[in-house]
């Protein structure tokens, strides 16, 4: 049986992965910071705007809410002057789709590469990037989360990655969010709504739409994700 936010796809299984050491992810994640080449188009502060401005984006009528999460800045000072304050950023990548017109692709399709409908597909990106970013999850009632995800592809020599890879990439991490956290107690019962698990009253991948991917840190991208239909009452 769907959730009350699915948007009517199939649900989809998945073995949760087994628990890792946070502070060797860590230092992969620090890494990456370092990996990623110093040039951009935005200020921190302009990539703050952005990631509001992210929230009035067109989509379905019948659409639900955005996942309501903070934008992710490092922990301490001297990170954030390093990887944040004291650097550019790249603009965001976002995910319109045709007919109709809007702004955000499900996560089920992208997963199943099912990407007819999202625009510039077949563009690269990460023209000129280091082999991976950190993706980050700042999830209401949960610990923040981030993973690796790769920005090239297996030829030889390796390239960018597409528009719909990266879409397909996203997917999976959010997936395997979905499963190492729905075992998991909220920190806040107040977030109760934005549970993650495989029940039929909590949100699971096909209910999400990925809408686009902001660059928040030198290393570091966050997606915005949406609700295929509203919260249920």
Not at 170 to 198: G, M, P, T
């Amino acid at each position: 049986m769907l959730s009350p936010y699915s948007n009517g796809s199939v649900p989809l299984s998945h073995s949760p992965s087994g628990p890792e050491d946070e502070e060797s992810r860590s230092q992969v994640d620090g890494s990456s910071e370092d990996s990623i080449s110093r040039t951009g188009q935005y200020s921190h502060r302009e990539q703050v705007q952005l990631f509001r401005d992210a929230l009035s984006l067109p989509y379905s009528s019948n659409a639900g809410p955005f996942i309501p999460q903070n934008m992710y800045k490092p922990h301490t000072n001297s990170d954030r002057l390093r990887h944040v304050e004291e650097i550019d950023l790249d603009e965001p990548i976002y995910f319109w789709m045709e007919n109709p017109s809007e702004c955000g692709i499900s996560l089920s399709d992208a997963l199943h590469s099912r990407v007819r409908r999202l625009l510039d597909r077949d563009k690269t990106v990460f023209e000129g990037r280091g082999p991976s970013v950190s993706i980050r999850l700042e999830w209401p009632g949960y610990r923040p989360w981030s993973r690796q995800i790769p920005t090239k592809d297996f030829r030889t020599p390796p390239g960018p990655i597409t528009r719909a890879k990266l879409a397909k990439n996203v997917a999976k991490c959010v997936l395997r969010f979905i499963s190492e956290r729905q075992n998991h107690s909220l920190e806040d019962e107040y977030n109760s709504r934005w549970r993650v698990s495989s029940g039929k009253s909590s949100i699971k991948l096909e209910d999400l739409i990925l809408v686009s991917f902001h660059h928040v840190s030198m290393g570091s991208w966050q997606p915005h994700l949406r609700l295929a239909r509203p919260l249920a009452v």
